[in-house]
């Protein structure tokens, strides 16, 4: 069975600064997708970015980016210069290639602090 | 182009009564996904409908679940006869075609068993 893991439940950093939020996985596939999503208070689930397995460059969108090792089945999300929106609940999530639903970890609350 | 739409927000049932939570799909979209989230835990996936049919259920519990997606309307989460436990944020996401990367969220239905 495939696994998410995210070892940080909560993480806190200074508005401006970097954070790196970290995510594991477990699967024997060798094509499948990762996702970061983030879930604000208001509950919406919205897709921050992700990488295909087969693609060795990392995925990067604005202030996202991601340091994906297949080969350890890590895939941890950097976000830089950190705002005051990005205070929310970040999800990892894993899809193996032809599948049709989505496994996720169980979440890192992340406070950007002013 | 509205995005996926999910009624009520939220939603309080006594211990038995049934709740029925909505969700429309995005326009052109015909593939409907339902997850579950406890609180605090990531989300976790219950079934995956298509107009009509019922393809993946292998999350949804065997007893007092059931789900829809009619030729016409939106599709229906059923839950009769509900428990303490079965309050959660239940999310529908959709999209054009098999679940791919190209899935959106709608904001959820928190139900509330009292």
């Known amino acids: 069975a495939q696994t998410v893991t995210q070892s940080q439940p909560e993480m806190s950093v200074q508005e401006a600064e970097t954070v790196t939020l970290s995510c594991t996985y477990d699967?024997?596939?060798?094509?499948?997708?990762l996702f970061w999503y983030k879930q604000p208070p208001s509950r919406q689930m919205i897709l921050v970015i992700r990488?295909?397995?087969?693609?060795?460059q990392n995925a990067t969108e604005n202030r996202f980016s991601v340091n994906f090792q297949k080969a350890a089945k890590s895939f941890s999300l950097k976000i830089s210069d950190s705002q005051l929106g990005d205070t929310a609940m970040y999800f990892c999530a894993f899809m193996p290639e032809g599948a049709q639903k989505l496994v996720f970890g169980q979440g890192t609350r992340l406070t950007i602090n002013p | 182009n509205a995005g996926v739409m999910q009624n009520p927000r939220h939603l309080v049932r006594r211990r038995g009564q049934e709740a029925r939570l909505r969700c429309s799909p995005m326009?052109?979209?015909?593939?409907v996904y339902w997850y579950r989230q406890l609180p605090e835990e990531g989300l976790k996936f219950m079934v995956y409908l298509q107009k009509e049919n019922i393809i993946d259920e292998s999350g949804m519990p065997k007893e007092r679940f059931s789900a829809e997606f009619p030729k016409e309307g939106p599709s229906i989460l059923r839950i009769q006869q509900v428990v303490r436990g079965d309050s959660a944020a239940y999310f529908c996401a959709s999209s054009p075609r098999p679940m791919n990367t190209e899935a959106f969220f709608g904001q959820g239905t928190r139900l509330t068993v009292v």
């Open positions: 699967t024997s596939e060798n094509n499948y997708y």
């Open positions: 326009k052109g979209h015909s593939h």
């Open positions: 990488q295909e397995a087969y693609k060795q």
